[in-house]
């Protein structure tokens, strides 16, 4: 009895109500969502919005009105339509406010920059695009179960693929090399590590006294590159480079 008073107490004492002037912009987002209205819902998307590799990013207003049912499907709406603007979209300090523990994320100038959900067109669509991007890699590393990233720094190509049962592939290129060759280097067993709720995370591989992290940055600060390469020999940093997210 004790035990269950005292998480009431503390649900009360740390949870706060989304502030009103945030209300107000979760309130009209939530009308859109509900008259079904793309245009309206679209001038609150902050563009390029990304989706889960490899589907393509969302590039514009009128790309989004088009593929606006492929993303915002019935349950989605159902679950933004249905939510509490007080109680079930929260603030999280400069990431944002986040709907349902991270489903969907709105900027504090009333901009939706993450939707961290995936349709079942978007799935069916994703695994399609799978099988069409293994064919065209080196034979080396055409077996994988899902394909996570491709980060390009000035000096890399890096593609991160997930082999299944929490066995991430790290392979590497120079630059100018194009996918179809063999790897200058592949390292496997890797480990994906979240960095809180706002979608942000890094991916080791350890390669003898070395480690590779490659950390993926979708909620930063201003400035934020999407995407860092940084190598490690024992403690010491020998190489940092920014790297951005190759889109399909």
Not at 4 to 19: G, M, V, Y
Not at 112 to 127: M, P, R
Not at 163 to 185: C, T
Request: glycine share 6%.
């Amino acid at each position: 009895m004790y035990f269950t008073i005292f998480i009431f107490c503390s649900q009360l004492t740390f949870s706060q109500d989304l502030k009103p002037e945030y209300q107000k912009f979760v309130k009209s987002f939530i009308a859109n969502v509900k008259a079904n209205n793309r245009e309206g819902v679209s001038k609150f998307i902050s563009f390029p919005l990304k989706r889960d590799y490899p589907i393509p990013e969302v590039k514009n207003k009128a790309d989004f009105i088009k593929r606006y049912d492929q993303i915002f499907d019935a349950t989605l709406k159902n679950g933004i339509i249905k939510s509490n603007p007080a109680k079930d979209w929260e603030e999280v300090g400069w990431r944002g406010i986040m709907l349902y523990s991270g489903t969907l994320w709105i900027d504090t100038n009333g901009k939706v920059i993450a939707v961290n959900y995936q349709s079942k067109f978007e799935n069916d669509l994703k695994n399609k695009l799978v099988v069409a991007e293994k064919s065209k890699l080196h034979p080396s590393i055409a077996k994988f179960e899902t394909p996570v990233c491709i980060l390009e720094t000035s000096k890399f190509r890096i593609r991160i693929d997930d082999l299944g049962n929490d066995n991430y592939r790290y392979a590497s290129w120079s630059i100018k090399k194009p996918m179809s060759e063999e790897p200058d280097l592949v390292i496997t067993n890797g480990k994906w590590v979240a960095d809180g709720s706002g979608g942000n995370s890094h991916y080791d591989f350890k390669k003898e006294v070395y480690v590779y992290e490659c950390y993926i940055i979708k909620m930063g600060e201003d400035g934020s590159p999407p995407a860092i390469l940084t190598i490690y020999q024992g403690d010491k940093v020998i190489l940092e480079q920014d790297a951005k997210i190759v889109p399909r």
